[in-house]
């Protein structure tokens, strides 16, 4: 479980996040969405511990890093590495052993390639792979879903589903409502810094219908097409 | 095209401040250590200097021609004007040593330098992604990994030397082989790794500086083993010389290290540069160098790693 309480997040006079409180329970799946901006990825950081911030962010697990798998939006990887050398730095930096990738390569990937050469869907695949191999107690996914093709989305969904059966937290943000709605006991919304809203899973339907409206009425007559 | 090159003249002198360093001064610097290294290749050798010339150029050139530099300007100016922007960028990195050419008479090379600048700058290096350069460092990412791959023809002619060194007789040369390896090493310390990579080890910063030290002198003295091997056969007597260079080496290597640290997660800054180039001109000032880099590097990769 982790417990966040009154986190607040500056960027100079810039406030991402204003006192948010929040609770991540153990084997559960929660969604974030907020617009682009709304302090997604910066409350992701300060989770994982790569912001300083004000507030409090307790977790029985100890320390929290150590447990914690996070995949970036848009993981950084060094060129002329290849797939399977990422793989085992990841294991390698949180003492696990190199798995039985031929096994574990689920997605089919060619680890014995320069992961440069590796397509956006690919890249995600890869450090998803990384992070799942880890063996965390917490995932903080996000947008595990941007560029995946279809069937790794499907295999991606399962492999969430198969994490809440183990006892694992996953937080996953997304901007495909969908992905949410299929994974998700519950979506929290963010907006201006702070929680707004949280939403289970009989009330997703109308999150969604919500949300289209705010996004869309009277903004598409503004373009004059 | 003129908005193009007024933005790379700005973006050139967002670097030199990010690096700690007025623009003016940078440019004054540069044209220093161009002037200097011209200056210590004529009078060292002087008979392949013009050539030397020719190949730090085309390795300056080399960068701007790779394929996702290539693919932008290609998408964004279209072929003609970007075979143009190319061409202005090739001839303006060449014109330095053009002109050092011209000014020591050697009128050929120096044709050749604008030719080659030319015909490279209409060239687009892809690279194979099907090749995997094989290396032994694969299990001990990233450092070594990658720098291994990129640097794997240097430390070849590096080996190359030492051969040449035990062949004329020259201790000293061979010696400089053993050095040149560890800064090879060095170099592969020189930027700073996305937070991410620091991030991910469950490791005090204690733990993870011991970590990255160690794996280092053991990559690095793996590396530069041939050439140690070598004059230590053919210069047993000689074996304290040898282990002097391996130590030199090894120890600028670790206050390499440190420094990356030290200044994490920004790049290496100008006070840090100036005391690496201290430690490697007055060696003794190591002792002061690798405790400051230390202690600032624990406080530094406190944000990253448990304590």
Known sequence: MIKITNLSKSFGKKSVLNNLSIEFQRGKICGIIGENGAGKTTLFRCIAGLESFDGEIVSQLSPLKDHLGYLTAEPFFFSMITGKEYIRLLCNARNKKLPELDKNNIFDLPLNLYVTTYSTGMRKKLALLAVLLQGNDIFILDEPFNGIDLNGSIILTEIIHRLKELGKTVIISSHIFSTLSDTCDEIHVLRHGTITQKVTREEFYLLEKEMKNSAVIGKIERLEL | ?307
């Open chain 2, 1 to 307: 095209m003129r908005q193009y090159f007024q933005l790379q003249f700005t973006m050139f002198n967002r670097r030199m401040r990010d690096f700690g360093i007025n623009p003016v001064l940078g440019y004054m610097l540069l044209t220093g250590l161009f002037i200097g290294f011209v200056k210590a290749l004529y009078y060292r050798v002087e008979e392949y200097a013009p050539w030397t010339l020719i190949g730090a150029c085309a390795m300056a050139q080399m960068p701007l021609s790779s394929k996702q530099r290539s693919d932008f300007l290609l998408t964004t100016f279209g072929k003609g004007r970007k075979n143009k922007i190319r061409i202005v960028e090739n001839l303006i990195i060449s014109l330095p040593f053009a002109v050092t050419l011209l000014l020591n008479q050697c009128f050929n090379q120096a044709a050749i330098i604008i030719l080659l600048s030319i015909v490279s700058s209409l060239v687009t290096f892809r690279g194979n992604g099907d090749f995997v350069i094989p290396t032994p460092y694969s299990k001990h990412p990233f450092e070594f990994t990658a720098g291994f791959r990129y640097t794997f023809y240097l430390i070849a002619l590096v080996y190359a030397i030492t051969v040449i060194a035990v062949n004329v007789n020259n201790l000293n040369l061979g010696l400089a082989t053993i050095v040149a390896v560890y800064l090879i090493a060095a170099s592969y310390y020189s930027k700073p790794e996305n937070e991410y990579y620091v991030w991910i080890f469950a490791k005090t910063p204690r733990k993870f500086l011991r970590y990255k030290v160690l794996q280092a002198i053991k990559n690095a003295f793996f590396m530069a083993l041939p050439p140690i091997a070598l004059l230590s056969v053919c210069y047993f007597s000689e074996i304290l010389l040898i282990l002097i260079a391996i130590a030199a080496g090894t120890i600028f290597l670790i206050t390499m290290i440190l420094a990356k640290y030290s200044s994490y997660p920004d790049g290496i800054g100008m006070s840090v540069t100036i005391m690496l180039i201290l430690v490697l001109m007055f060696p003794p000032s190591v002792l002061v160098a690798i405790p400051y880099f230390y202690y600032r590097s624990i406080n530094k990769l406190k944000p990253f790693l448990d304590d």
